[in-house]
């Protein structure tokens, strides 16, 4: 949807000088097209009754959607005559007559490479037909509502951008923070091991360049080119978690389930979600130290691929009292790819369970 804030007021604007230029009872609205270009919303009507308003707010396009819903389909003007007779309005004639509209002309405010933003309509109580001045008026005020209309268009893109940037820098702070964390974590978790400075030295550095190489699944897998890729939840879970204690001799992480393969645009998804719960067990949870292990667990359902990250071994779990960047970045990945993820604060550790959806599991 677009988010119109103060600038709806503009459109009203223009609304209102239409109807004083007419001086006929001419009712005039301005509907804009959706962000998935098959509905319109509001953008100003403020003579039409809001009980009008709200039942064609979010309405479908289409040949036969009425005035506006014709002209945003087709990109050309419609000019009814008469709403009772029409058969455009088929679908809205009881809602129009039952507010006292007989007519509505409607033309589609285009931006500069001639798609569709939007629509600009007259509505008159009585039948009525538009002459050559009515049409080129009508026309002209579209025109003149499409520069207004593009301007926030390209607002709304300008802005998105601004938080877009906002969010990336955001992230690389918190991947930062979390890179010199593992650091620490791995060189204290390696020196009681280490025979020597050079030993501590190679197995830390093999740990962080296994990690740089779970960063890159999680960042190149959303390259082009690699949509049609399947990989299976254990060779993405061994690249994430190998660097964390996975493979190693006191097995302190398992992964347990079948060679189940997810679709790639689940992938790097699923590796940030992944990285970051070993972040937190690496900082805070049964990867602290020694004494804690984690165990992964997925199976296939009815819902989906069900997984179940299990912690045990470490320091009593309470939920946090607020969320940091790390908790809404997992959040707001999760509802991306359409699953759905539940915490268990236990005492003796943390327990999740991810459900990918149906249609990112390979059959």
């Known amino acids: 949807m677009w988010r119109l804030g103060a600038t709806a007021n503009l459109l009203c604007d223009i609304v209102r000088l239409a109807e004083e230029q007419t001086g006929d ?24 009754p809001d009980e009008y308003n709200a039942a064609i707010e979010g309405m479908a396009i289409g040949d036969g959607a009425g005035s506006c819903g014709t002209a945003a389909a087709t990109g050309q003007a419609i000019f009814v005559d008469d709403i009772a007779t029409d058969p455009l309005w088929a679908d809205f004639r009881d809602l129009a007559l039952s507010h006292g509209l007989g007519a509505c002309w409607s033309v589609p405010i285009k931006a500069g490479d001639g798609s569709v933003l939007g629509t600009f309509a007259n509505y008159y109580s009585e039948p009525r ?45 918190h991947r930062v923070k979390n890179a ?17 400075a050079r030993d501590l030295a190679d197995k830390v550095n093999g740990k962080l360049r296994a990690i740089a190489s779970a960063q890159d699944l999680i960042i190149i897998r959303n390259a082009a080119g690699r949509s049609d890729e399947m990989t299976s939840i254990h060779t993405l879970l061994a690249t994430i978690l190998g660097p964390l204690g996975h493979g190693d001799a006191d097995d302190r992480i398992s992964l347990n389930g079948d060679e189940q393969t997810v679709d790639a645009q689940s992938l790097s998804g699923l590796a940030m979600v992944f990285h970051e719960l070993a972040t937190n067990a690496i900082k805070y949870g049964a990867l602290k130290d020694m004494g ?11 819902e989906g691929l069900k997984i179940e990250w299990t912690e045990s071994g470490g320091p009593t779990t309470t939920p946090p009292e607020s969320q940091n960047f790390g908790t809404r970045l997992v959040a707001s990945t999760i509802r991306q790819l359409g699953a759905t993820i539940d915490y268990d604060w236990r005492a003796d550790g943390l327990g999740v369970t991810i459900i990918l959806p149906r249609a990112s599991v390979a059959e």
């Not at 609205?29 to 403020?46: K, M, R, V």
């Not at 010199?180 to 020597?196: D, E, G, M, R, T």
């Not at 984690?294 to 296939?300: A, N, T």
């Open 180 to 196: 010199f964390a593992l650091a620490q974590s791995l060189i204290n978790l390696n020196v009681p091991a280490a025979l020597s």
């Open 292 to 302: 804690g292990k984690v165990s992964i667990d997925w199976l296939r359902t009815a």
């Open 129 to 173: 037909q538009p002459s050559d001045l009515d049409r080129a008026i009508i026309e002209a005020i579209a025109l003149t509502t499409s520069i207004a209309v593009e301007r926030m268009r390209l607002e709304r893109m300008r802005n998105r951008a601004e938080e877009a940037k906002a969010l990336i820098l955001e992230e690389l702070q």
């Open 25 to 48: 009872g001419m009712l005039a609205s301005i509907l804009l097209l959706t962000e998935d270009g098959q509905h319109l919303e509001l953008g100003g009507a403020p003579s039409l």
